[in-house]
Each structure stands twice: as structure tokens, then as C-alpha cells.
């Protein structure tokens, strides 16, 4: 009996001792999570702003590309070209949107 007692106390002593260094273990890692955390918060911001003026540009840019397609001669295949470039951009915009969501949802 007096064995067996021993033998516990000793696998509690080992499992106290294995907590205590998960519990040092977490608190080192503290600092560097609430760093990622407030990195990830800015690339949030600045994707979301990225995504805003690219998507007034895009407008911008449709709108040249409407302009062109809908006038005489060369312009109009120029306009055309210039609609296959923004539909492309568009695809990068919602490219950039999907990444952000990710980011926020994770």
C-alpha cells in the first residue's frame, strides 16, 4: 500500500510539473499572439482601403472603357480591350475581398 502511494505521489509530482511548464509555455506565447492579432487588424484595415480605392478606380477606368467603346474608329476597339482589362481587374478585386474576408472570419 504504502508502494502505491509512493508511485501516485510521484505521477502527481510529474503531471504538476508538466502543467506548470504548459502554463510557462502559454504565457511566452501570450506576447506574440496579441502582436499577430494587432498586425492582422492593420492588414484588415489596409486591404479593406485598398479594396475601396481600387474599386473607385475600376469605375473610373469602366467608365473611360465605355466611353471609348461607344465612339467611332480605333477608339472603339481600344474601348473593347480596355473592357477585357477591367473585367480582369474586377477579378482581382474580388480576389483581394475574398482575402480579406478570410482574414476577418479566419
Not at 467608365?63 to 465612339?71: G, K
Amino acid at each position: 500500500m504504502e508502494e502505491e502511494n509512493t508511485r501516485s505521489m510521484e505521477e502527481i509530482k510529474l503531471l504538476a510539473g508538466l502543467f506548470q511548464n504548459i502554463l510557462q509555455n502559454c504565457k511566452n506565447l501570450h506576447p506574440v499572439v496579441g502582436e499577430f492579432i494587432v498586425q492582422t487588424s492593420k492588414l484588415e484595415s489596409q486591404l479593406r482601403g485598398i479594396t475601396k480605392t481600387l474599386a473607385g478606380v475600376l469605375d473610373t477606368f469602366q467608365a473611360i472603357a465605355v466611353r471609348a467603346s461607344s465612339s467611332n474608329g480605333s477608339c472603339k476597339d481600344i474601348g473593347e480591350c480596355l473592357s477585357q482589362v477591367y473585367v480582369h481587374n474586377k477579378a482581382l478585386e474580388t480576389h483581394i475581398n475574398n482575402i480579406n474576408n478570410a482574414l476577418c472570419t479566419g
